[in-house]
């Protein structure tokens, strides 16, 4: 696998500043555990860009940001652990994709390209609650509603998160790239397989 490379290195520093910037906005709480937002857009759009190794990084440096700036709910160490680096660095795992939305584009397959990034978002997004719904019900099993089984709880509000952020996350990237698909577009050739993948 190629290394990340500088311009890689310097837009994952940059969208993970813009997803802090966008986790800033109002989301769309459901109830206090149920929270959707579009904040995992520009994670999202670098994963399209460049890849695994780039998303993870820029997630990851998302999670330390969130800490750094006292935005983190810290319950024990390990939680820490598990929702701000794993839980983070994960929505990177949407980069697996990268080569046939690269591939679509570079052969004007627009609707493939769109297709396999709603398919990408929802990957990334998996990864990501995996890690809330095991933090849930180790560290917060006393916000469950009394007679509610934590893990139960634990995965009906990180799977009603998920699947509302996908969703939202979805719509946005899905106008975004049909409007500006030079946002995700590489057209440095620096990938000679990318053709092959579509």
């Not at 190629?2 to 994952?12: H, Q, R, S």
């Not at 080569?99 to 627009?110: F, Y």
Request: proline fraction near 4%.
């Amino acid at each position: 696998m190629k290394k990340i490379g500088l311009v890689g290195l310097i837009e994952a520093a940059l969208m993970a500043a813009f997803a802090v910037i966008l986790d800033l906005l109002p989301s769309i709480n459901l109830s206090p555990s149920i929270s959707i937002s579009v904040s995992m857009v520009p994670i999202f759009l670098l994963a399209f860009r460049h890849g695994v190794k780039a998303s993870i990084v820029s997630g990851f440096v998302w999670g330390l940001l969130q800490i750094a700036l006292g935005d983190a709910w810290i319950a024990h160490p390990v939680q820490m652990i598990m929702e701000y680096f794993l839980a983070f660095a994960f929505i990177g795992f949407a980069g697996l994709f990268f080569r046939i939305i690269q591939g679509s584009l570079r052969n004007n397959r627009k609707t493939k390209a769109l297709v396999w990034s709603v398919v990408a978002v929802f990957v990334g997004s998996l990864a990501r609650y995996f890690w809330h719904f095991i933090a849930g019900f180790i560290f917060f099993a006393e916000y469950a509603p009394k007679g509610t089984n934590p893990v139960l709880f634990s995965f009906l509000a990180n799977g009603a998160t998920m699947l509302g952020t996908a969703i939202l996350c979805s719509i946005v990237l899905v106008l975004l790239i049909s409007t500006a698909p030079r946002l995700i577009q590489r057209r440095d050739g620096s990938n000679d397989q990318i053709n092959k993948a579509s």
